[in-house]
T-cell receptor, first 112, second 115 residues
Framework: AQSVAQPEDQVNVAEGNPLTVKCTYS??????LFWYVQYPNRGLQFLLK??????LVKGSYGFEAEFNKSQTSFHLKKPSALVSDSALYFC??????????FGDGTTLTVKP | DAGVIQSPRHEVTEMGQEVTLRCKPI?????LFWYRQTMMRGLELLIY????????DSGMPEDRFSAKMPNASFSTLKIQPSEPRDSAVYFC?????????????FGAGSRLTVL
């Protein structure tokens, strides 16, 4: 079985502050975990992925995510948020690309 | 590469009409996916193709929906007849290979409104 959960529908942060968007997973075996971002009226864009190896994964636009096996989490982080980071963020896990399961999404709002 | 190209970007139609959505995947990608996004159900996989052959259509909601991929550079998703509950954003995505490590590249989506 595979699933991801994003416990927060909405995250609000002030510009310049660190941000965290949470994701937990429930996957049998070794998970392949992804973060995608969706800007208004656009398709999802790949940010980063964890396959194996270093638990800290760095991705596009200064984002990073930490794979934590003991807590079954894969939270997305950025040290200093920008207003332009405001978007809808999706966590996903994948047995294969055809069986990707997406979370419900978290709306990130960064206020000036 | 221009990415995954979808058309139309917006479609407004009346109940009972036929709707055809189009997708051009990234050149060289051998997998193509159709997703539907709604507020209520989130992102749902409808169907995917490998080398133009439909592999899994278990997500297609009902017989009113059909999808084809006549060649490696073109796919269509057709709804006939359309109903108001079909209103959603439909995304096409493509990937190179089907490994769980492969990244999906999405198009900008087609927003369908059925009145």
């Amino acid at each position: 079985a595979q699933s991801v959960a994003q416990p927060e529908d909405q995250v609000n942060v002030a510009e310049g502050n660190p941000l965290t968007v949470k994701c937990t997973y429930s996957v049998s075996g070794n998970p392949y975990l992804f973060w995608y971002v969706q800007y208004p009226n656009r398709g999802l864009q790949f940010l980063l992925k964890y396959i194996t190896g270093d638990n800290l994964v760095k991705g596009s636009y200064g984002f990073e995510a930490e794979f934590n096996k003991s807590q079954t989490s894969f939270h997305l982080k950025k040290p200093s948020a920008l207003v332009s980071d405001s978007a809808l963020y999706f966590c996903a896990d994948s047995v294969n690309a055809g069986k990707s399961t997406f979370g419900d999404g978290t709306t990130l709002t960064v206020k000036p | 590469d221009a990415g995954v190209i979808q058309s139309p970007r917006h479609e407004v139609t009346e109940m009972g009409q036929e709707v055809t959505l189009r997708c051009k995947p990234i050149s060289g990608h051998d997998y193509l996916f159709w997703y539907r996004q709604t507020m209520m159900r989130g992102l749902e996989l409808l169907i995917y193709f490998n080398n133009n052959v439909p592999i899994d259509d278990s997500g297609m909601p009902e017989d009113r929906f059909s999808a084809k991929m006549p060649n490696a550079s073109f796919s269509t998703l057709k709804i006939q007849p359309s109903e108001p509950r079909d209103s959603a954003v439909y995304f096409c995505a493509s990937s190179l290979g089907l490994s769980g490590a492969n990244v999906l590249t999405f198009g900008a989506g087609s927003r369908l409104t059925v009145l």
